[in-house]
């Protein structure tokens, strides 16, 4: 099955995602890998569909209080933008400190991780679901993380950077914090499992009796607590093994439609920017002579590299909405831009450092409350963001609000 085949590029399938949840179904189930979980969070990432959207698809068949478990998950991702929206660039960046100094975890991924050769079924089928769908369930992640820096000494932005690279849905404040969460930096404890929580949770398949995880919670805490051995890199071992890593793009395949800026398009015109965090329907308040222009700013893709599956995954779904796409750097963007009438965009912190100084930009659509102090835990940020809402439907007329 291919990417396209498990995640079609488009708002029909997210919708028809969201007309299949059961919330009772998912919060019976979600922590086991083949439980009721939505698979929507490709569409959330890439804004294919907004959070009040999903929650008013669900609640339309299913009435929620809003404490219930399918809403307090959708409050996660707003969470982590949260985090975001106030430490910036701070969340690349420990934000306490974990079981063992910075310094007692390695910079570098061992190649039999990145190869799917550990030996350990838990985490090679994880990182082979990884590269041939895009995708990993969140459990699946958590042991992941927690494998790779508590068992193998990783340090955690090492591989929050490689697994954010493979994801269709990675979001970096949703994907690093979470990293943090799992490694002991950004919670007050490290998250650890062992071979009786796969068994519980995954199919047969995955589980990993005999395996370094099949230890007691304490052995495994004390094996965290160690620092790494210092030595030969299990790097070497592996250096003869054909690589099955999927290779990184800074910059779309150029058979997928996309050339470069003319101003002479735009000249006079107003123009709409649609970015791959904006792929939902086209405003209904666009003037009727827009131009629609998809863009590609190679200065965050640069830095952030994807797969070639993400990549096609966001312009396939782009070009439903526009013909034209571009792709450059700001500053050629920008003075490609410079004779439009007015260029406008949706807001969006993956762009922040360029997007404002090529568009006006309005405001993401948020399903809760904009909390105005930093709040260092979830449970802080829920008990602000949910408070006063008995039912999810009152929380979605609230924000209706010409207060919100």
Not at 277 to 286: I, V
Request: aromatic share 12%; proline share 6%; net charge neutral.
């Amino acid at each position: 099955m291919t990417m396209l085949d498990t995640f079609p590029p488009t708002r029909q399938a997210a919708l028809a995602r969201v007309t299949a949840v059961s919330p009772g179904d998912y919060a019976r189930s979600r922590n086991a890998i083949e439980g009721a979980v939505t698979g929507l969070s490709p569409y959330i990432t890439h804004g294919l569909i907004s959070l009040p959207e999903v929650l008013d698809g669900v609640i339309a068949k299913y009435p929620l209080d809003v404490q219930h478990k399918f809403v307090f998950e959708l409050g996660w991702r707003e969470y982590f933008r949260h985090v975001w929206a106030f430490r910036g660039e701070g969340i690349f960046e420990s934000l306490r400190e974990g079981l063992l100094p910075q310094t007692s975890y390695s910079a570098l991924l061992p190649a039999d991780i990145r190869q799917a050769a550990t030996g350990v079924p838990v985490i090679d089928t994880s990182v082979r679901s990884l590269y041939a769908t895009g995708y990993l369930h969140n459990h699946a992640r958590m042991w992941l993380a927690s494998y790779i820096v508590h068992m193998r000494k990783v340090h955690w932005r090492v591989a929050a950077d490689w697994l954010y690279a493979h994801l269709l849905d990675g979001d970096l404040a949703s994907n690093h914090l979470s990293w943090q969460w799992v490694a002991g930096t950004g919670s007050s404890k490290p998250y650890l499992f062992n071979a009786d929580n796969v068994a519980r949770y995954s199919p047969a398949s995955w589980h990993s009796s005999g395996s370094v995880i099949d230890q007691s919670y304490e052995a495994l805490d004390r094996l965290a607590r160690q620092p790494m051995r210092r030595g030969r890199t299990e790097n070497d071992a592996f250096a003869q093994i054909a690589m099955i890593e999927p290779p990184l793009l800074a910059q779309p395949p150029s058979d997928l439609g996309w050339t470069r800026p003319e101003a002479a398009v735009v000249a006079g015109r107003e123009v709409w920017l649609v970015h791959p965090w904006n792929l939902g329907d086209l405003p209904s308040s666009l003037p009727a002579n827009t131009v629609v222009i998809g863009v590609f700013l190679i200065d965050f893709h640069r830095a952030w590299p994807w797969s070639e599956r993400r990549w096609r995954f966001v312009a396939s779904r782009m070009a439903e909405l526009t013909a034209l796409r571009w792709q450059g750097d700001v500053a050629t963007l920008g003075a490609a831009l410079q004779g439009a009438a007015q260029v406008r965009s949706v807001d969006e912190p993956h762009l922040a450092p360029w997007l404002a100084s090529l568009a006006v930009c309005e405001a993401a659509v948020e399903l809760f409350p904009a909390i105005d102090r930093r709040c260092d835990s979830f449970s802080q940020w829920w008990t602000r963001a949910s408070r006063g809402f008995a039912s999810a439907s009152e929380l979605l007329v609230a924000r209706q609000s010409p207060a919100w």
